[in-house]
């Protein structure tokens, strides 16, 4: 079955960075766009990053714009979230997803399969 499962969470002050991955494994990972989103407490869950089948094509939400970078890597199966300047309101937990179609996108809707999470606090 189809599995997502992310890593590379933690604290981190400031200005400083973190790279997130995720594992795919139970599909052709190369088929799928994928996402990254995150979920603060009390808060919807947000649109971070997208990708598509083959990288050659990203979206990005608003706020992570110019200091977030998502990758994949298909040999590997993997896709990756570069965060850079992190700030307090960064803090979330953030999921990996698999897009229906090859594309990626904002609408979390068009994504059928997410994985549990991890945590990135900021501090201040």
């Known amino acids: 079955q189809v599995q997502l499962v992310e890593s590379g969470g933690g604290l981190v002050q400031a200005g400083g960075s973190l790279r997130l991955s995720c594992a795919a494994s139970?599909?052709?990972?190369?088929?799928?766009?994928m996402g990254w989103f995150r979920q603060a407490p009390g808060k919807e869950r947000e649109f971070v990053a997208g990708?598509?089948?083959?990288?050659?094509?990203?979206y990005y939400g608003d706020s992570v714009k110019g200091r977030f970078t998502i990758s994949r890597d298909n040999a590997k199966n993997m896709v990756y979230l570069q965060m850079s300047s992190l700030k307090p309101e960064d803090t979330a937990m953030y999921y990996c997803?698999?897009?229906?179609?090859?594309?990626?996108?904002?609408?979390?809707?068009?994504?059928?399969?997410w994985g549990q999470g991890t945590q990135v606090t900021v501090s201040s």
């Open positions: 997803a698999r897009s229906r179609s090859t594309l990626g996108s904002r609408n979390r809707n068009d994504y059928d399969y």
């Open positions: 139970g599909y052709t990972f190369s088929s799928n766009g």
């Open positions: 990708i598509s089948w083959r990288g050659g094509t990203t």
